[in-house]
C-alpha cells in the first residue's frame, strides 16, 4: 500500500504543468513584442538616415552652383552659366519630391505617386563678401518631411552658407 502512494506522487502535477506553460506563454509574447518594437526602431532609422542623405545632397548641389559661380566671376572671360536651381534667393522656394530609396521624382506643386520625402529648398541672399568682385553669401536651408506614421509628419532641417557671385 505504501508503495503505491509513493508511485503516484512522482512527477510534476497537472497544475505544475499549467502554471510553466503559461508563463512560458507569457515570457514568449513578451519577446514577440520586444522584436517588433526593435524592427519598427530600425525602419524609423533608416528613413531618418535617408532623409538627412537627400538633404545633403541637395545643400551638395547647392554648393557645386556656389563654386561654379564664384568661378566664374573671378574668371577673365566669364562664361554664361544655367540659372542656379537651389542658389537663387529670387526663385523663392524649390519643392521636390523623393522616393524611398532617395532618388528624385519631380518637382513642382503636385507630388507624384511614390513620393515618401518632400524636400522644400530656401536661399536667401547674405552679406556682400567683396565689393569689388560683387560676391555674396547665400543661405541655403532644406527642410525634408515625410510621415511616420499616417497622423505625424517628421521633418528634418539643414542648413548651409555658400558664398556665390
Known amino acids: 500500500m505504501i508503495s503505491a502512494f509513493k508511485a503516484r506522487q512522482r512527477g510534476f502535477t497537472m497544475i505544475e504543468m499549467l502554471f510553466t506553460a503559461f508563463i512560458l506563454a507569457i515570457g514568449i509574447l513578451g519577446l514577440g513584442a520586444l522584436q517588433v518594437m526593435a524592427l519598427k526602431t530600425n525602419a524609423n532609422g533608416r528613413t531618418f538616415e535617408t532623409a538627412i542623405a537627400v538633404g545633403n545632397r541637395i545643400l551638395d548641389a547647392a554648393a557645386n552652383e556656389s563654386r561654379v559661380s564664384w568661378n566664374n566671376m573671378l574668371a577673365t572671360t566669364p562664361a554664361t552659366l544655367p540659372a ?39 536661399s536667401t541672399a547674405g552679406l556682400a563678401v567683396s565689393a569689388a568682385q560683387g560676391g555674396r553669401t547665400t543661405i541655403v536651408r532644406v527642410v525634408v518631411s515625410f510621415n511616420d506614421a499616417p497622423t505625424h509628419v517628421r521633418t528634418v532641417t539643414l542648413q548651409r552658407s555658400l558664398k556665390s557671385a
Open 84 to 122: 542656379a536651381v537651389y542658389l537663387n534667393p529670387a526663385a523663392g522656394t524649390t519643392t521636390e519630391y523623393y522616393d524611398f530609396a532617395g532618388t528624385l521624382l519631380g518637382s513642382g506643386a503636385a507630388a507624384p505617386a511614390g513620393t515618401i520625402f518632400t524636400a522644400v529648398t530656401t
